[in-house]
Protein backbone atom coordinates (compact mmCIF):
# COMPACT_ATOMS: atom_id res chain seq x y z
CA UNK A 1 0.00 0.00 0.00
CA UNK A 2 1.08 3.15 -0.49
CA UNK A 3 3.01 5.57 1.96
CA UNK A 4 1.65 8.82 1.25
CA UNK A 5 -1.06 10.93 2.68
CA UNK A 6 -4.36 9.86 1.24
CA UNK A 7 -7.64 12.22 0.43
CA UNK A 8 -9.15 9.05 2.84
CA UNK A 9 -8.41 10.94 5.72
CA UNK A 10 -11.19 13.25 5.06
CA UNK A 11 -13.77 10.29 6.07
CA UNK A 12 -12.06 10.01 9.62
CA UNK A 13 -13.14 12.63 12.44
CA UNK A 14 -10.88 15.50 12.54
CA UNK A 15 -10.09 15.12 16.22
CA UNK A 16 -8.53 12.11 15.27
CA UNK A 17 -6.48 12.79 12.75
CA UNK A 18 -5.37 15.75 14.66
CA UNK A 19 -4.44 13.91 18.05
CA UNK A 20 -2.61 11.34 16.12
CA UNK A 21 -0.43 13.80 14.87
CA UNK A 22 0.24 15.59 17.53
CA UNK A 23 1.25 12.58 19.49
CA UNK A 24 3.59 11.64 16.68
CA UNK A 25 5.00 14.97 17.11
CA UNK A 26 5.89 13.93 20.78
CA UNK A 27 6.19 10.39 20.21
CA UNK A 28 6.07 7.77 17.20
CA UNK A 29 5.37 5.30 20.84
CA UNK A 30 2.66 7.58 21.52
CA UNK A 31 1.15 7.78 17.92
CA UNK A 32 1.13 3.89 17.80
CA UNK A 33 -0.63 2.87 21.21
CA UNK A 34 -3.29 5.18 19.88
CA UNK A 35 -3.72 3.69 16.45
CA UNK A 36 -3.75 0.29 17.88
CA UNK A 37 -6.61 1.19 20.48
CA UNK A 38 -7.98 2.52 17.74
CA UNK A 39 -7.74 -0.01 15.61
CA UNK A 40 -9.46 -2.89 17.82
CA UNK A 41 -12.27 -0.69 19.09
CA UNK A 42 -15.13 -1.17 16.88
CA UNK A 43 -17.99 1.42 16.66
CA UNK A 44 -21.62 0.00 17.58
CA UNK A 45 -23.75 1.91 15.49
CA UNK A 46 -27.64 1.79 15.99
CA UNK A 47 -29.82 -0.79 14.59
CA UNK A 48 -31.83 0.12 11.44
CA UNK A 49 -35.58 -0.34 10.64
CA UNK A 50 -35.00 -3.22 8.08
CA UNK A 51 -33.24 -5.31 10.65
CA UNK A 52 -35.80 -4.65 13.56
CA UNK A 53 -38.08 -8.45 12.10
CA UNK A 54 -35.17 -10.60 12.80
CA UNK A 55 -33.49 -8.65 16.06
CA UNK A 56 -37.45 -9.23 17.10
CA UNK A 57 -38.11 -12.78 15.86
CA UNK A 58 -34.70 -14.53 16.41
CA UNK A 59 -34.07 -16.69 19.41
CA UNK A 60 -30.87 -14.91 21.31
CA UNK A 61 -29.12 -16.53 23.48
CA UNK A 62 -25.70 -15.64 25.02
CA UNK A 63 -22.72 -18.26 24.75
CA UNK A 64 -18.85 -18.36 26.22
CA UNK A 65 -16.39 -18.90 23.81
CA UNK A 66 -13.42 -20.39 26.29
CA UNK A 67 -10.49 -20.29 24.21
CA UNK A 68 -10.79 -16.17 24.53
CA UNK A 69 -12.58 -16.02 27.44
CA UNK A 70 -15.52 -14.01 26.40
CA UNK A 71 -19.04 -14.24 26.04
CA UNK A 72 -20.92 -13.46 22.53
CA UNK A 73 -24.81 -13.52 21.79
CA UNK A 74 -26.14 -15.74 18.84
CA UNK A 75 -29.13 -15.06 17.14
CA UNK A 76 -31.16 -18.18 15.66
CA UNK A 77 -33.55 -17.53 12.89
CA UNK A 78 -35.92 -20.03 11.60
CA UNK A 79 -37.18 -23.24 12.88
CA UNK A 80 -34.92 -25.81 10.21
CA UNK A 81 -32.73 -28.30 10.70
CA UNK A 82 -30.96 -26.93 7.57
CA UNK A 83 -28.46 -24.27 9.11
CA UNK A 84 -26.66 -21.83 7.49
CA UNK A 85 -23.97 -19.62 9.25
CA UNK A 86 -24.10 -15.74 8.68
CA UNK A 87 -20.84 -13.57 10.34
CA UNK A 88 -20.79 -9.87 10.30
CA UNK A 89 -17.94 -7.51 9.10
CA UNK A 90 -15.97 -4.79 11.54
CA UNK A 91 -18.66 -2.49 13.48
CA UNK A 92 -21.83 -4.85 11.98
CA UNK A 93 -23.77 -7.17 14.48
CA UNK A 94 -25.42 -10.36 13.74
CA UNK A 95 -28.66 -8.75 12.09
CA UNK A 96 -26.75 -7.15 9.68
CA UNK A 97 -27.10 -9.79 6.53
CA UNK A 98 -30.74 -9.84 7.52
CA UNK A 99 -31.53 -9.80 3.73
CA UNK A 100 -29.91 -12.82 2.98
CA UNK A 101 -31.05 -14.59 5.85
CA UNK A 102 -34.53 -13.51 5.05
CA UNK A 103 -33.80 -15.10 1.41
CA UNK A 104 -32.58 -18.33 3.01
CA UNK A 105 -35.59 -19.03 5.13
CA UNK A 106 -37.73 -18.87 2.15
CA UNK A 107 -35.58 -21.60 0.82
CA UNK A 108 -36.49 -23.06 4.08
CA UNK A 109 -33.10 -22.87 6.12
CA UNK A 110 -32.36 -21.49 9.09
CA UNK A 111 -29.99 -18.83 10.13
CA UNK A 112 -27.57 -18.75 13.29
CA UNK A 113 -25.37 -15.42 12.98
CA UNK A 114 -23.80 -13.77 16.09
CA UNK A 115 -22.70 -10.61 17.72
CA UNK A 116 -18.85 -10.69 17.71
CA UNK A 117 -16.94 -9.75 20.86
CA UNK A 118 -17.05 -6.05 21.39
CA UNK A 119 -19.76 -5.77 18.74
CA UNK A 120 -23.84 -5.23 19.02
CA UNK A 121 -25.21 -7.05 22.46
CA UNK A 122 -21.82 -8.66 23.09
CA UNK A 123 -19.79 -7.71 25.76
CA UNK A 124 -16.23 -5.77 25.99
CA UNK A 125 -14.98 -2.75 24.04
CA UNK A 126 -12.13 -3.88 22.03
CA UNK A 127 -11.43 -7.08 19.44
CA UNK A 128 -9.55 -8.43 16.70
CA UNK A 129 -9.66 -10.98 13.54
CA UNK A 130 -8.66 -14.22 16.10
CA UNK A 131 -11.45 -13.30 18.69
CA UNK A 132 -14.02 -13.75 15.52
CA UNK A 133 -12.78 -17.16 14.49
CA UNK A 134 -12.93 -18.57 17.68
CA UNK A 135 -16.59 -17.15 18.17
CA UNK A 136 -16.88 -18.96 14.67
CA UNK A 137 -15.62 -22.59 15.58
CA UNK A 138 -17.50 -22.25 18.94
CA UNK A 139 -20.58 -21.58 17.55
CA UNK A 140 -20.48 -24.38 15.44
CA UNK A 141 -20.17 -26.58 18.52
CA UNK A 142 -22.92 -25.08 20.08
CA UNK A 143 -24.98 -24.99 17.23
CA UNK A 144 -23.94 -26.76 14.11
CA UNK A 145 -23.24 -28.04 11.60
CA UNK A 146 -23.74 -25.92 8.69
CA UNK A 147 -24.22 -26.68 5.52
CA UNK A 148 -23.06 -22.76 4.38
CA UNK A 149 -21.84 -20.29 5.30
CA UNK A 150 -21.66 -16.62 4.29
CA UNK A 151 -19.75 -13.84 6.22
CA UNK A 152 -19.10 -9.96 4.81
CA UNK A 153 -15.44 -7.96 5.18
CA UNK A 154 -13.72 -9.32 8.73
CA UNK A 155 -16.37 -12.11 8.53
CA UNK A 156 -15.18 -13.29 5.40
CA UNK A 157 -11.32 -13.34 6.17
CA UNK A 158 -12.84 -14.96 9.76
CA UNK A 159 -14.81 -17.53 7.85
CA UNK A 160 -11.72 -19.02 5.31
CA UNK A 161 -9.41 -18.66 8.92
CA UNK A 162 -12.44 -20.87 10.51
CA UNK A 163 -12.31 -23.28 7.55
CA UNK A 164 -8.96 -23.29 7.86
CA UNK A 165 -8.66 -24.45 11.51
CA UNK A 166 -11.56 -27.23 10.88
CA UNK A 167 -14.92 -25.17 10.57
CA UNK A 168 -17.43 -27.52 8.09
CA UNK A 169 -19.10 -26.32 5.24
CA UNK A 170 -20.05 -27.42 1.99
CA UNK A 171 -19.47 -23.99 0.55
CA UNK A 172 -19.00 -20.74 1.38
CA UNK A 173 -19.55 -17.10 0.26
CA UNK A 174 -17.21 -13.90 1.46
CA UNK A 175 -18.82 -10.34 0.05
CA UNK A 176 -16.49 -7.39 0.47
CA UNK A 177 -13.91 -9.33 2.33
CA UNK A 178 -10.29 -8.06 3.45
CA UNK A 179 -7.27 -9.90 1.99
CA UNK A 180 -4.20 -9.50 3.61
CA UNK A 181 -3.80 -8.01 7.17
CA UNK A 182 -0.72 -6.28 6.43
CA UNK A 183 -2.35 -4.07 4.34
CA UNK A 184 -5.68 -3.48 6.10
CA UNK A 185 -2.90 -1.98 8.22
CA UNK A 186 -1.18 -0.26 6.07
CA UNK A 187 -4.45 1.24 5.09
CA UNK A 188 -6.37 2.29 8.06
CA UNK A 189 -3.16 3.95 9.78
CA UNK A 190 -2.90 6.24 6.34
CA UNK A 191 -6.70 6.85 6.88
CA UNK A 192 -6.07 8.49 10.23
CA UNK A 193 -3.25 10.57 8.72
CA UNK A 194 -0.26 8.89 10.16
CA UNK A 195 2.93 7.59 8.79
CA UNK A 196 3.90 3.82 7.61
CA UNK A 197 6.23 3.87 10.77
CA UNK A 198 3.81 3.78 13.11
CA UNK A 199 2.03 0.68 11.38
CA UNK A 200 5.23 -1.13 11.13
CA UNK A 201 5.23 -0.82 15.08
CA UNK A 202 2.01 -1.38 15.38
CA UNK A 203 2.61 -4.83 13.29
CA UNK A 204 5.19 -5.68 15.66
CA UNK A 205 3.41 -4.95 18.77
CA UNK A 206 0.81 -7.34 17.61
CA UNK A 207 2.97 -9.72 16.89
CA UNK A 208 4.79 -9.59 20.33
CA UNK A 209 1.69 -9.68 22.24
CA UNK A 210 -0.13 -12.47 20.47
CA UNK A 211 3.00 -14.46 19.27
CA UNK A 212 1.69 -14.97 15.35
CA UNK A 213 2.76 -13.39 12.68
CA UNK A 214 -0.31 -10.79 11.30
CA UNK A 215 -0.20 -11.68 7.71
CA UNK A 216 -0.73 -15.36 8.84
CA UNK A 217 -4.47 -14.47 9.26
CA UNK A 218 -4.70 -12.89 5.46
CA UNK A 219 -7.45 -14.16 3.23
CA UNK A 220 -5.27 -15.52 0.60
CA UNK A 221 -3.49 -17.60 3.48
CA UNK A 222 -6.19 -19.36 4.96
CA UNK A 223 -7.41 -20.18 0.94
CA UNK A 224 -4.70 -22.02 0.33
CA UNK A 225 -5.78 -24.58 2.25
CA UNK A 226 -9.93 -24.05 1.74
CA UNK A 227 -10.56 -26.33 -1.03
CA UNK A 228 -14.74 -26.27 -1.00
CA UNK A 229 -16.37 -24.54 -3.42
CA UNK A 230 -16.29 -20.26 -2.77
CA UNK A 231 -17.93 -17.56 -4.26
CA UNK A 232 -15.74 -14.24 -4.04
CA UNK A 233 -17.96 -11.09 -4.05
CA UNK A 234 -16.70 -7.33 -4.40
CA UNK A 235 -17.64 -4.03 -5.66
CA UNK A 236 -15.77 -2.35 -7.72
CA UNK A 237 -16.43 1.14 -5.92
CA UNK A 238 -15.33 -0.06 -2.78
CA UNK A 239 -13.84 2.80 -0.79
CA UNK A 240 -13.15 0.41 2.39
CA UNK A 241 -11.29 -2.57 0.64
CA UNK A 242 -10.17 -2.31 -2.76
CA UNK A 243 -11.53 -4.33 -5.43
CA UNK A 244 -7.88 -5.56 -6.38
CA UNK A 245 -8.16 -7.75 -3.03
CA UNK A 246 -10.58 -9.65 -4.13
CA UNK A 247 -9.20 -10.78 -7.67
CA UNK A 248 -5.48 -11.45 -5.53
CA UNK A 249 -7.58 -13.88 -3.30
CA UNK A 250 -9.46 -15.76 -5.98
CA UNK A 251 -6.05 -16.64 -7.15
CA UNK A 252 -4.99 -18.65 -4.06
CA UNK A 253 -8.56 -20.17 -3.82
CA UNK A 254 -8.99 -24.23 -5.71
CA UNK A 255 -12.83 -24.28 -6.11
CA UNK A 256 -13.90 -20.12 -7.17
CA UNK A 257 -16.52 -18.01 -8.70
CA UNK A 258 -16.26 -14.12 -8.56
CA UNK A 259 -18.98 -11.56 -8.97
CA UNK A 260 -17.52 -8.13 -9.30
CA UNK A 261 -20.77 -5.24 -8.98
CA UNK A 262 -20.53 -1.64 -9.40
CA UNK A 263 -21.84 0.98 -7.82
CA UNK A 264 -23.00 -0.90 -4.57
CA UNK A 265 -19.61 -0.22 -2.28
CA UNK A 266 -19.32 -2.02 0.71
CA UNK A 267 -22.25 -2.55 2.77
CA UNK A 268 -24.99 -1.44 0.41
CA UNK A 269 -23.89 -4.94 -1.76
CA UNK A 270 -25.54 -6.77 1.38
CA UNK A 271 -29.42 -5.98 0.41
CA UNK A 272 -28.30 -5.97 -3.33
CA UNK A 273 -31.45 -8.36 -5.19
CA UNK A 274 -28.97 -9.45 -7.79
CA UNK A 275 -25.72 -10.30 -5.50
CA UNK A 276 -28.44 -12.29 -3.09
CA UNK A 277 -29.96 -14.17 -6.08
CA UNK A 278 -26.72 -15.20 -6.93
CA UNK A 279 -25.47 -16.06 -3.41
CA UNK A 280 -28.83 -17.99 -3.50
CA UNK A 281 -27.72 -20.10 -6.53
CA UNK A 282 -24.36 -20.61 -5.79
CA UNK A 283 -25.21 -22.31 -2.60
CA UNK A 284 -28.36 -24.06 -3.11
CA UNK A 285 -28.49 -24.82 -7.01
CA UNK A 286 -24.96 -25.27 -8.85
CA UNK A 287 -23.68 -28.40 -7.92
Given at each position: M???K?S??N????????I?????RI????????????????I????P???????????Q?????P??NKE?????????S?????????????????????A????????I???????G???T?????????E????V?K????F??????S????????????????????V?G??NS??N?????I??????N??????????E???H???????AY???????????????????D????????????????E?????????????????????????????K
Amino acid sequence: MPNKKSSNTNQVPKIIVLIGRFLYRISPILAEKFARKLFITPIKHKIPKREFQMEATSQQTKLFVPSINKEIVVYAYGNSSKKILLVHGWSGRGTQLVKIADAFIEKEYSIISFDAPAHGKSGTKTTLMLEFIESILEVEKAYGPFEYAVGHSLGGMSILNAIKKGLHVKKAVVIGSGNSVINIVNTFIEKIGLPNDVAVLMKNNFEKKYHFEMESFSAYVAAKEVKIPVLVIHDSDDKDIPVSEAYHLAEHLTDKEILITNTLGHRKILGDSKVIHKIVEFLLIKK
